[in-house]
């Protein structure tokens, strides 16, 4: 230890730091859709440890400023998930994730079983969710409602928002695990602003993936039958507005009349 120079105890010493601080970032940013130990979720988000793509520094870089959509594979199976941009991650945060990525280079963690058939979803916590999503039950930290932006299933005459994708599909595209991770390490720019310091708690997580899993077999509300829905509601208004006009000026004709009458029987 004598022989070793000071400069090269002051480089161990940070890169372990860096490491440190990779870690944290990593399960900051990156942990609810990859896994606590990078192994991912198989079939939609893939594992980061032992990926040679994930110590690709300029990959990685790449991947977090404009985001990654499947299908990719990764050691012989296929990921369907998405990725949206990370904007809010600094490139220096990015670099020190991908040192604490390549350290996991040969620690691969063992892969996580393959989603075994969810089964049915309490009637009751669905219904919790549901409530949630439409916004009939306030979630506990302040955040929008899921359906501001989105549909899923069916949720009666108006349908639900049509800002964001239709979720209809999204317990057979993610599965429970999928969706418990992008619902508890919020990524997607417009929901991440909606939610910045309104986090969803677990147990409205739980009861909105039991919901999801309720419509993934539901006919969706198509953005067609919404436009439809608002056409016919435009035009009832538009009836009804006709029909109040067309009495007030009739009755107010029919007093102008009758003044005139009785001016000239004067």
């Known amino acids: 230890m004598k022989g ?3 400069i090269l105890w002051a ?3 940070w890169g372990l730091a860096w490491a440190q601080d990779g ?3 990593y399960q900051s940013h990156c942990a609810g859709c990859h896994g606590p130990t990078a192994q991912g979720i198989p079939g939609v988000f893939p594992p980061l440890a032992a990926n040679p793509r994930a110590a690709d520094e300029a990959h990685v870089l790449k991947v977090i400023r404009e985001g990654l959509s499947g299908p ?4 012989g ?4 998930g998405t990725m949206p941009a990370m904007p809010q991650v600094s490139e220096a945060d990015a670099k020190a994730i991908v040192a604490y990525l390549k350290g996991l280079g040969g620690k691969a963690s063992p892969p996580a079983a393959s989603p075994q058939p969810t089964p049915a979803a309490s009637p009751e916590l669905a219904a919790q969710g549901r409530a949630l999503f439409s916004g009939q039950t306030r979630l506990q930290n302040g955040g929008a409602p899921c359906m501001a932006c989105h ?3 069916n949720l009666g005459p108006m349908g639900g928002g049509s800002l964001g994708r239709n979720l209809t ?4 595209r993610l599965g429970a695990a999928g969706i418990q991770g992008v619902l508890s390490n919020i990524a997607f720019p417009v929901m991440r602003e909606s939610y910045q310091g309104k986090p969803l708690t677990p147990e409205e997580i739980s009861a909105l993936t039991a919901f999801f899993a309720q419509t993934a077999g539901q006919p969706a509300n198509t953005n067609q039958s919404d436009m439809w829905r608002m056409a016919l509601a435009g035009l009832v208004g538009v009836v009804v507005l006709f029909v109040l006009t067309y009495t007030f000026w009739s009755n107010r004709r029919v007093g102008l009349a009758e003044r005139i009458r009785s001016r000239r029987s004067a």
């Open 151 to 153: 549909t899923a299933g």
């Open 4 to 6: 070793i120079p000071l």
């Open 169 to 172: 599909d999204l317990h057979t």
């Open 77 to 80: 199976q296929a990921y369907n």
């Open 72 to 75: 990719l594979e990764v050691a």
């Open 11 to 13: 480089g161990v010493l």
């Open 23 to 25: 870690q944290a970032l």
